[in-house]
């Protein structure tokens, strides 16, 4: 008999969904997610085309309960046990699959036995349908991560990913069981001077997109420096759920200078976690150069991201309305730059000229050139876009001279050089 009630989370769940390597199938893993989101829990949505050490570093950055992973291409007797080969000690990361009728009887037998939790089959979609399939799916994953953290904070000076993303856990699902360690944390971070930049706007502004082409430039230019990301999206309030999506957009996430945790608000009334502060001390004591915080969608008066941010940039379109609409904006008071993204739309340079008039009124700049106000049209769906590297070369400069000299001068010349040229 088919479940059609949804299952009822007991503890805070994490699952990464995604489609194999080589399969363009997204369908089948859209409609999934979409129903385990519905079912309260946190997805973290990787997409298509995703190799295995996707999935994998991805599993153990966001300290999830289990993978779900569509597969109708082939291979995937080999794609999923190399996937839990390479899980190794994370074996507490439950393995889901399903793939139609691409996968045959035996060989859904012969994964389980390997130690995937569970491959559906068209009979059990026939018997248990969708929603039955998805509360199977979630109760298997109903238990709790970070309730007996086993880590020191001299372990976490190590860098070790899997320490971090433990100890993000811990203080984000149980603070009240580490109240003294979150004390020690934000002891031990106060003197530490690794610059946090901030980066807010509107939803679909393509904040995530200029992150990775941020990400691209800086591992190039700064090839042993460690940079991490910390990624804000909203939770839903009737379900509790939330889709954190913002790693489909990162290209570059790969490098293993790069770590990323995605959080949910938790909250409706919010644009950040509760614990943005301690999960950024995290990565300061972890050893990181820069760390990037990457607020949810915002309306026009909130400018919480400053409060925790060394520096801030703020992401926006061409589209925000009529000219009076930028005397509503906060974060035209505190952004340090500011981003007008999707610069190919229409009206875009009308946009580009409105806004330096904004930040001329709010900021009483009245002698400078347009053209050296921090303000800058970007398409960072283009690649090597002219604009955006104009804007990235300002953020480097605005952090060696906000904060401490933490990235080479001889390399930050060359940048400059090329943002003149």
């Given amino acids: ?37 519905k079912t309260g829990v946190e997805v973290v949505h990787l997409g298509h085309n995703r190799s295995a050490n996707d999935i994998v570093k991805a599993a153990i950055e966001e300290d999830v309960q289990g993978i779900a ?11 999923f046990k190399y996937i839990y ?13 399903g ?10 037998t012969e994964l389980e036995n390997y130690g995937i939790a569970r491959i559906y089959s068209p009979d059990d979609g026939r018997k248990m349908g969708l929603q039955g399939m998805i509360n199977d799916l979630v109760e298997k994953c109903d238990y709790p991560i970070g309730d007996h953290l086993k880590f020191s904070l001299e372990d976490l000076e190590s860098g070790d990913r899997s320490v971090i993303s433990e100890f993000i856990s811990a203080i984000e699902n149980f603070p009240e069981n580490y109240s003294n360690l979150i004390n020690e944390l934000n002891t031990k971070a106060s003197g530490n001077k690794t610059p946090i930049l901030g980066i807010t706007g509107t939803g679909g502004a393509g ?7 941020i990400l691209r430039r800086f591992t190039i230019d700064f090839p042993s420096k460690k940079i991490g990301i910390i990624s804000v999206d909203p939770s839903r309030k009737k379900s509790g759920g939330a889709l954190l999506g913002d790693r489909i957009r990162m290209n570059f996430l790969t490098s293993e200078n790069v770590f990323m945790r995605s959080m949910a608000t938790r909250s409706s009334s919010m644009s950040l976690s509760k614990y943005i502060k301690e999960a950024s001390n995290i990565l300061k004591i972890a050893g990181f150069d820069l760390v990037i915080l990457e607020s949810s969608g915002i309306g026009q008066a909130d400018s919480e991201i400053v409060d925790y941010a060394d520096l801030s940039m703020y992401v926006m379109t ?3 309305g009529a000219p009076t609409q930028l005397e509503k904006i906060d ?36 002698e400078n050139e347009d053209d050296t106000l921090p303000v800058f049209g970007t398409i960072a769906s283009q690649f090597n876009d002219f604009g955006t590297t104009e804007l990235y070369s300002n953020l480097i400069k605005i952090i060696n001279e906000k904060t401490i000299n933490v990235f080479d001068s001889h390399v930050m010349n060359l940048i400059v050089g090329e943002k003149i040229m």
């Fill in 318 to 320: 061409p589209e925000y």
């Fill in 69 to 79: 992973i569509t597969s109708y291409q082939g291979g995937h007797i080999e794609f």
């Fill in 85 to 97: 080969d390479l899980l190794e000690d994370k074996k507490h990361i439950k393995i889901f699959g």
């Fill in 207 to 213: 904040k995530s997109s200029l992150v990775d082409e």
């Fill in 1 to 37: 008999m088919q479940n059609t009630e949804a299952y009822i989370p007991k503890n805070k769940i994490r699952i990464l969904t995604a489609a194999s390597l080589f399969d363009g199938h997204d369908a089948a893993i859209n409609i999934m997610r979409r129903l385990i989101q």
């Fill in 99 to 108: 793939g139609g009728g691409t996968i045959l009887p035996d060989e859904i």
């Fill in 331 to 366: 974060m035209l008071d505190f952004a340090d730059v500011i981003a007008i993204n999707k610069f190919d739309k229409r009206g875009a340079e009308d946009a580009l000229k409105y806004v330096r008039k904004q930040y001329r009124r709010n900021h009483n700049i009245w």
